[in-house]
């Protein structure tokens, strides 16, 4: 199986990381291949996109980026695109232009500790900034009542 990990970040800033990552793949997936990728450089004034992000308004923009992944993605014979990000930036967007099965970290991980469990709670590096985009995805994915703490 071939994935197409699409990421927020900008790795190229961030090179630790994307090793770290791809590491971590390897370990959990030994028959996968994983293919890392961030956004594209000069997206980000700074190494970390933390304030770029929690905009509506930016992370539209953004979404460009992840849409044009998703069909190079599916172009070039991946079996899965993963949206790895918590606010699940394009998600519906990749799923409706995209040839193949779209995955969102933030949907997967909501709808699985939903499953798991009575309250649902997320981490965030930017809780206070992510909030309103989160309670939004829970009310799409139907947890909105379950949704504690962000």
């Known amino acids: 199986m ?6 927020l970040t900008a790795l190229d800033k961030l090179p630790g990381y994307a ?10 997936a030994p028959d996968a291949t994983v293919h890392v990728h ?32 998703a069909l190079a993605a599916s172009r070039e014979g991946y079996d899965a695109f993963m949206i790895a990000t918590i606010p699940d930036l394009a998600l519906e967007e990749c799923r409706s232009v995209a040839d193949l099965p779209v995955v969102g970290f933030g949907q997967a991980s909501m709808l699985t500790a939903g499953y798991l469990g009575d ?29 504690g703490p962000v």
């Open 2 to 7: 071939k994935v197409w990990h699409q990421s």
């Open 19 to 28: 090793d770290a990552l791809q590491e971590h793949f390897a370990a959990i």
């Open 38 to 69: 961030g956004m594209e450089p000069g997206t980000y004034p700074s190494r970390y996109p933390a304030s770029r992000i929690t905009s509506p308004y930016l992370q539209g923009l953004q979404k460009e980026q992840f849409v044009r992944a």
């Open 119 to 147: 309250k649902v709670g997320v981490v965030s590096f930017d809780g206070s900034g992510l909030e309103p985009q989160l309670r939004r995805n829970a009310r799409k994915y139907g947890l909105a009542e379950r949704l």
